[in-house]
């Protein structure tokens, strides 16, 4: 009888650029205030991917670069590159595929994923399934955006939530029962109407009215969204772990999707776990989409223990939502 394979994370990078943009800018910026700001959202600053010429891949292409670093391998041994975002440097060709061309990963193949908040989740999955087929050996899932390319700067109810940056998983196969053990994943279009951005797609296409409207930007409903999420997040999480007979002591980690404070808090309260078992970088990145999964697990890496339950969990724009069981392998 064959083993089961699953795939394990045998390494993490991330990547967050240097212009931290804070709460007291945005002060000057839009009508707003830093107490209003925290204690509403949590967030204190965002990393901004500044300058000219720039895009979602160049935040991917450091944090690969920093992922390929600890693991000890080079570029080319990647198998595929999966990339969770919403904001690809073009719609095409993919971020994934030209940010192969700039690492040198030059026997990969990859692809875009878009799922919004849940990207790294929904791409974590996906390239799971590859590693658990028995057909690729290295498949790298990166969570980027470059959300500061689709905020609108003179709207208080989203410029302060959003900002820029990237983590990666590297996943290999293993027999030993480490790695990504279970996953649900939900998608409901009809949130579209509470988040979306209304052109540049096929159903808008760009035109002058377009950009003087202001339709190329976030929009949110944000009170709606916020019910959906503190929900949508805390039932998928709870449904997780009682699926797998877990209890609150079985799980080491919650590694939430950074949206607000508020959703996050809620989420943990469900699941019956403490405060400190429960990964947050909100107040230094804000929320970075498809990067806040993956650059929780940058920033606690060191934390981490061989065997440790992790429970990821997010929801966002479609709305998409899920979370992933996974065990810490080393
Ligand atoms: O990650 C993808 C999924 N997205 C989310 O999960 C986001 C979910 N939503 C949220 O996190 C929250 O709804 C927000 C942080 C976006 C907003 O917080 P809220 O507590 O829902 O505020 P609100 O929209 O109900 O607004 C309350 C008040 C309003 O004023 P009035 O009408 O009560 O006078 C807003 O105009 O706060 C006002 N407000 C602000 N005040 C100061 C809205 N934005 C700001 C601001 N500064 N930046």
């Given at each position: 009888?064959?083993?089961?394979?699953?795939?394990?994370?045998?390494?993490v990078?991330?990547f967050?650029?240097?212009?931290?943009?804070?709460?007291?800018?945005?002060?000057?910026m839009?009508?707003t205030?830093?107490?209003?700001?925290?204690?509403r959202?949590?967030?204190?600053e965002?990393?901004?991917l500044?300058g000219?010429?720039?895009?979602t891949?160049?935040?991917v292409?450091?944090c690969?670069?920093?992922?390929l670093?600890k693991?000890?391998?080079?570029?080319?041994?990647?198998?595929?590159?999966?990339?969770?975002?919403?904001?690809?440097?073009?719609?095409?060709?993919?971020?994934?595929?030209?940010?192969c061309?700039?690492?040198?990963?030059k026997n990969a193949w990859?692809f875009?994923l878009?799922?919004?908040?849940s990207?790294f989740l929904?791409?974590?999955?996906?390239?799971?399934?590859?590693i658990?087929?028995?057909?690729?050996?290295?498949?790298?899932?990166?969570?980027?955006?470059?959300?500061?390319?689709?905020?609108?700067?003179?709207?208080?109810?989203t410029?302060?939530?959003f900002?820029?940056?990237a983590?990666a998983?590297l996943?290999?196969?293993?027999?030993g029962?480490?790695g990504?053990?279970?996953?649900?994943?939900r998608s409901?279009?009809?949130?579209c109407?509470?988040?979306?951005?209304?052109?540049?797609g096929?159903?808008?296409?760009?035109?002058?009215?377009t950009v003087?409207n202001?339709?190329?930007?976030?929009?949110?409903?944000?009170?709606a969204v916020?019910k959906?999420a503190v929900?949508?997040?805390a039932?998928?999480?709870?449904?997780?772990?009682?699926?797998n007979?877990?209890?609150?002591?079985?799980v080491?980690w919650?590694?939430?999707?950074?949206a607000?404070?508020?959703?996050i808090d809620?989420t943990a309260?469900?699941m019956?776990?403490?405060?400190?078992?429960v990964?947050?970088n909100?107040?230094?990145?804000?929320?970075t989409?498809a990067?806040?999964?993956?650059?929780?697990?940058?920033?606690?890496?060191?934390?981490l223990k061989k065997?440790?339950?992790?429970?990821l969990?997010?929801?966002?724009?479609?709305f998409?939502?899920?979370?992933t069981?996974?065990?810490w392998a080393?």
């Open positions: 009888m064959s083993e089961k394979i699953t795939a394990a994370i045998t390494a990078g991330g967050v650029p240097e212009y931290r943009l804070t709460n007291a800018a945005l002060v000057k839009v009508d205030n830093d107490e209003w700001i925290r204690t959202t949590g967030i204190e965002r990393r901004i500044t000219q010429g720039v895009g891949s160049d935040l292409v450091p690969v670069q920093n992922l670093e693991r000890g391998i080079g570029a080319e041994e990647i198998d595929c590159l999966i990339v969770g975002t919403v904001t690809p440097d073009m719609f095409f060709p993919s971020t994934a595929n030209l940010a061309h700039k690492l040198g990963a990859g875009d878009a799922a919004a908040c990207g929904y791409a974590l999955t996906t390239g799971a399934t590859l658990e087929s028995g057909r690729y050996k290295k498949v790298v899932v990166v969570g980027a955006d470059k959300m500061s390319s689709i905020v609108d700067y003179s709207d208080r109810a410029c302060i939530i900002g820029d940056g983590g998983v996943l290999e196969p293993d027999t029962g480490y990504v053990l279970d996953s649900i994943l409901d279009g009809a949130g109407q509470h988040l979306h951005m209304k052109a540049g096929s159903l808008k296409p760009p035109s002058i009215e003087t202001k339709e190329h930007y976030i929009y949110q409903e944000g009170q916020f959906y929900k949508g997040m039932d998928v999480s709870y449904e997780l772990m009682q699926r007979g877990l209890t609150a002591d079985d080491a919650l590694v939430p999707h950074q607000n404070k508020r959703i809620a309260e469900r019956g776990l403490s405060r400190d078992k990964m947050l909100i107040q230094r990145y804000g929320n989409t990067g806040t999964i993956p650059l929780c697990l940058w920033d606690w890496q060191e934390n065997g440790d339950n992790l429970v969990s997010a929801f966002g724009g479609g998409t939502w899920g979370a069981l996974l065990k080393y």
